[in-house]
């Protein structure tokens, strides 16, 4: 099929597979160190799959996944990717004051950029945790200097969502150049649908998303996807104690996952979110508190 000319924002969101958010009530944050860490070899595993499809794109990792991952880091950097800030330990932002916040992603860019060893301009608020409640944390990231934030998912969703906010880039900060590309969403009879990856992605047949994606590009701007290392991780523990719905969220189609994803790749272009964020600048939309 003919690509679009416009480059999409690819992106990984690097947790581990006991760090999502379906599992916080069953496995404390206390348990980590004593669980087997995957995520190193499916970072490994997505470069790979990456440097097949011949695309670059932007990891949003924890700083403690970070900590512990030391070569991955490094192999994320080297082979041309950026690596981006996903806080240190997945901890909602509307759940921290605005010092906490600002401590939090002080931390993670910290060592991130220690294991990277390139600055850190990028960050996405864990389970798109920034939304009408915790305005602030625009600010914070501003003060800190970041480039962008891709924190917002401008819908309705059961775990998250800001309804009201812009569906592509805006500047959420007044007299500030940080731009927030929010998560893609698609519209259907004027409704807006979640469209950017996940559970959707993995759930939905594939023509849900590539449907949306090229709606996206029809009306002339990027998409932006993202999807998790336990995603392309069939032999991940189950986690039988959690509740079902979270269980079946969580383990559909893994073994079709990376099978899908190369499709997703050859089919639309795709690039990393600093660059993306960089051209949407000039016309991303005043949007400020
Ligand atoms: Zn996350």
Excluded: C
Excluded at 44 to 72: M, Q, S, Y
Excluded at 191 to 196: E, I
Excluded at 228 to 235: A, I, K, L, M, T
């Amino acid at each position: 099929m003919d690509k679009s000319t416009i480059v999409n924002g690819l992106s990984v969101d690097v947790e581990d597979w006991f760090q999502v958010g379906a599992f916080e009530n069953t496995i404390s944050r206390g348990d980590w160190d004593g669980l087997e860490l995957r995520v190193g070899d499916n970072v490994a595993r997505i470069l790979d799959l990456f440097d097949g499809a011949g695309v670059k794109a932007t990891f949003f990792t924890l700083g403690w996944v970070a900590e512990r991952n030391k070569p991955a880091m490094r192999a994320i950097v080297e082979r041309g990717h950026e690596l981006a800030s996903h806080g240190y330990d997945h901890t909602r932002v509307f759940t921290f004051t605005r010092a906490q916040f600002a401590e939090d992603i002080a931390r993670a860019r910290a060592i991130l950029e220690d294991a990277g060893g390139q600055e850190v301009t990028g960050y996405r608020a864990p389970s798109f945790s920034i939304d009408a409640r915790n305005r602030w944390a625009h600010e914070v990231l501003a003060e800190h200097g970041y480039a962008y934030s891709s924190s917002v998912a401008p819908v309705v969703h059961d775990h998250y969502g800001w309804r009201e906010a812009p569906r592509f880039a805006f500047n959420p900060v007044a007299g500030s150049d940080l731009v927030e590309i929010p998560v893609t969403t698609a519209l259907f009879r004027r409704r807006r649908l979640a469209a950017g990856g996940g559970g959707f992605f993995r759930v939905l047949p594939y023509g849900f998303s590539r449907w949306a994606i090229r709606q996206v590009n029809r009306e002339g701007r990027p998409a932006v996807f993202y999807f998790h290392p336990w995603e392309v991780d069939p032999g991940q523990p189950r986690v039988a104690e959690a509740p079902l719905r979270s269980r079946l969220r969580h383990y559909t189609n893994l073994t079709r996952m990376e099978g899908k994803l190369s499709t997703l790749l050859g089919d639309f272009a795709w690039g990393r979110m600093d660059a993306l964020a960089a051209r949407e600048m000039p016309r991303s939309l005043a949007w400020a508190a």
